[in-house]
């Protein structure tokens, strides 16, 4: 199935990948999705993860993001993210659409990276759009504080996009790639969240040819030319050696 792989990014022009939570479990940062070790499996999204949810209690949203956030700031690029970075540099692939808010393609030395999620390094005041860094701004805030602005005391969110909440600039510069795209390579997302998955769709309607790889099977593996369930770390690992993409500088 490797092989495949690797025909199907050789035989494109214009390559772009979508990629979600899967890419970075190898990273140490759990999935929502997955069904003993996914986030979902422990707590309510609509609780912890919705902007009802964060207005409601957002001392609770912090309180269950404060680790997650540690873990997510001082994570490594996983090999997916590598490969992924590889690609780009040696003129195979054009963009990485990503659902994670967690900036590893871009540790990984990824640069065309459209994060159509936001992104959990940034944070901002609801009310005066005073900007903060997440990190300090959780260092600094006490672990049963109301997450306020220092300027005007309106509740301060992470930049990610939250369930209830539009996508912004984002989705509409993802659109573009995809319709620039003749190829396009999912990686790592159960495609069960809406409008991205739709991507996939528009992708197949414009023609482009679509490979999803996912350890289990996905909302639209029937839109797939190609479909491989397994580990990400051996596929992607067998897809350098079969493009010989050399090593990480
Ligand atoms: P999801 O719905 O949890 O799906 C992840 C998929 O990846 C599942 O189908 C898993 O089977 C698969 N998977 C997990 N690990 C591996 C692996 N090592 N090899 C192969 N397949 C694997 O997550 P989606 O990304 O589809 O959902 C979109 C949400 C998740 C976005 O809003 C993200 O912001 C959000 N999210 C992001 C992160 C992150 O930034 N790292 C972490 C958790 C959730």
């Known amino acids: 199935m490797t092989r495949e792989l690797a025909a199907f990014v050789r ?25 003993a070790s996914g986030l979902w499996a422990s707590a309510d999204p609509m609780r912890v993860a919705s902007i009802d949810g964060f207005r409601d209690d957002p001392v609770g949203f912090y309180a269950f993001w404060r680790s997650h956030f540690r873990g997510i700031a001082s994570a490594a690029p996983s090999g997916a993210h590598r490969v992924l970075a590889r690609l780009e540099r040696r003129g195979l692939l054009r963009a990485i659409i990503t659902q ?33 860094a997440t990190e300090t701004f959780l260092a600094e805030l006490g672990p049963r504080a109301r997450p306020e602005c220092l300027a005007c005391g309106g509740l301060v969110k992470p ?34 969240v809406w409008p991205v998955a739709g991507l996939v769709e528009r992708a197949v309607e414009r023609g482009a040819r679509v490979a999803i790889v996912n350890r289990e099977p996905t909302a639209l593996d029937r839109d797939a030319d190609l479909v491989i369930h397994a580990e990400l ?8 050696v079969d493009l010989a993409l050399g090593r990480d500088p």
Do not use: W
């Not at 900036?103 to 030395?109: I, M, P």
């Not at 770390?233 to 350098?240: E, I, K, R």
């Open 159 to 192: 930049d990610v996009v939250l369930f209830g909440e539009l996508l912004g600039e984002a989705l509409a510069v993802a659109e573009r790639a995809i319709d620039d795209a003749d190829a396009l390579l999912v990686l790592g997302t159960s495609l069960a």
């Open 233 to 240: 770390a051996s596929v992607m690992d067998a897809l350098a």
């Open 100 to 132: 994670n808010i967690d900036g590893l393609h871009q540790k990984a030395g990824s640069r065309a990276t459209i994060e159509v999620h936001g992104s959990f390094h940034g944070a901002r005041c609801l009310r005066c759009g005073a900007r903060y």
């Open 11 to 35: 035989a494109s022009r214009a390559l772009v990948a979508l990629t979600g939570a899967g890419v970075s479990t190898e990273s140490g940062i759990p999935d929502f999705r997955s069904p």
